[in-house]
C-alpha cells in the first residue's frame, strides 16, 4: 500500500483561519483489511535569532544556545497546532457496524478519502 497527500492549495505556510484541504490517496494491491484511516495535522513554529555573544564561551545552563564564531544563535520550537480527523470509515458506515473497533477491508486499486481542517484562531504552545 502507498498513501500520498494531495493539498488542494499547496503553500509553504498557513496562518490563522486559513483552511487546509485535500485528499488522502491510497494505492492499494492487494486487500487491506483496516480499523480506519485518520488524516493528521500538525503545525509548529520555529524561531532563531542571532545575536553576539555577551559571554567568554558555550554556557552549560542554556544548551539550546549554540556557537557560530563570534554569534550567539537562540532557537525555539513550538508545537502551534494539532488535528486529526478520521476520513473513513464514514460516519454511516461506522453507525451501521455492529461493534466499535470493526475491521474493514478495502479492495485492491485507487481510493481517495477527502479531508478539511481549519486552522484555530488563537493557538498556544502543546
Do not use: W
Not at 494505492?27 to 480499523?35: D, F, P, Q
Not at 493528521?40 to 513554529?45: A, M, P, R
Not at 520555529?46 to 545552563?61: A, I, M, Q, V, W
Request: hydrophobic share 35%; net charge positive; proline share 6%.
Amino acid at each position: 500500500m502507498s498513501v500520498r497527500i494531495h493539498l488542494d492549495r499547496p503553500q509553504g505556510c498557513f496562518t490563522n483561519l486559513d483552511f487546509i484541504s485535500g485528499k488522502a490517496i491510497l494505492s492499494i494491491t492487494g486487500n487491506e483489511t483496516v480499523t480506519g484511516i485518520t488524516v493528521k495535522l500538525e503545525g509548529d513554529s520555529r524561531t532563531k535569532l542571532l545575536g553576539n555573544r555577551p559571554y567568554g564561551g558555550l554556557d552549560e545552563r542554556f544548551p539550546h544556545r549554540q556557537r557560530v564564531d563570534d554569534v550567539q544563535v537562540e532557537s525555539e520550537l513550538h508545537k502551534l497546532l494539532y488535528k486529526a480527523v478520521q476520513v473513513f470509515p464514514s460516519a454511516d458506515l461506522q453507525n451501521a457496524a455492529v461493534q466499535k473497533g470493526s475491521n474493514f477491508t478495502i479492495p485492491p486499486g485507487q481510493h481517495e478519502y477527502p479531508f478539511k481542517f481549519k486552522v484555530t484562531l488563537k493557538s498556544s504552545s502543546l
